[in-house]
């Protein structure tokens, strides 16, 4: 399904970046830049090097499937995605006014990390608006695609500009911890037997182990 409904997203997103004055990111000559798809329309080279969002791959959607939704694979809505940029927050709400009134989508949630009440911590201080939905057309109806939920994330530039594969990488790594606790003190705890009983962050290897239990009692003579 989230391969059947990408190609319906894409079409989606660039007709409401043309309104919003959205922007995707171009790769040429090693060097990302934001464009606005107004502009990139019209150069067919450029329009051959827009970046468009990939589909979550297996491995990572049961990682994250694992890792943060108890195994349970209806929590994945962003197996299908794709993100548009913006110069100002002012064409960052246009671009949600106009969802909101699009009679071919379905807000299923909106995350708002641009809010000051968000924990940008939690994050890394990233934010963004992260918008969930379904597509219901006539043709997602006919494919039985119109019930998958995707997720359509709206990122100021001066934020995505930030963004690169090395940090990238290390949120993956800080959120990986960040959300699975137990599994970073099982191996903190095997850290901690390879130094002597003590893991160089301070986790006791005997703070995983089980109590032990009370002393046997003798044999009787």
């Known amino acids: 399904q989230a391969k059947g409904l990408d190609l319906f997203l894409r079409h989606q997103v660039k007709e409401w970046a043309l309104v919003c004055a ?15 798809w107004d502009l990139i329309v019209g150069d067919v080279q450029k329009l051959e090097k827009v970046q468009w ?12 499937m694992y890792r943060s939704y108890d195994c349970d694979a209806s929590r ?35 995350k708002n990390r641009m809010s000051p009440d968000a924990d940008c911590r939690r994050c890394c201080g990233f934010r963004n608006v992260i918008v969930n939905l379904r597509i219901k057309s006539e043709m997602t109806e006919r494919l039985g695609l119109d019930c998958h939920v995707c997720e359509l994330q709206l990122t100021l530039k001066r934020f995505a500009i930030l963004m690169n594969t090395g ?4 949120y993956l790594t800080y959120r990986n911890c960040r959300d699975a606790p137990d599994l970073l ?5 095997g850290c901690a037997m390879l130094w002597g009983g003590r893991s160089p962050l301070g986790v006791h290897a005997e703070d995983r182990l089980p109590a032990p239990g009370p002393a046997p009692h003798p044999a009787p003579a």
């Open 22 to 36: 959205g922007c995707f990111p171009v790769l040429e000559k090693g060097t990302r830049s934001f464009n606005r």
């Open 53 to 64: 969002a990939k589909l979550k791959t297996s491995k990572r959607a049961i990682e994250k």
């Open 76 to 110: 994945l809505l962003d197996c299908c995605r794709q993100s548009i940029h913006f110069e100002s927050v002012g064409d960052l709400v246009r671009c949600l006014e106009l969802l909101a009134v699009d009679r071919e989508v379905c807000i299923e949630r909106i």
């Open 167 to 170: 940090s990238h990488a290390r």
């Open 185 to 189: 003190l099982e191996a903190l705890s």
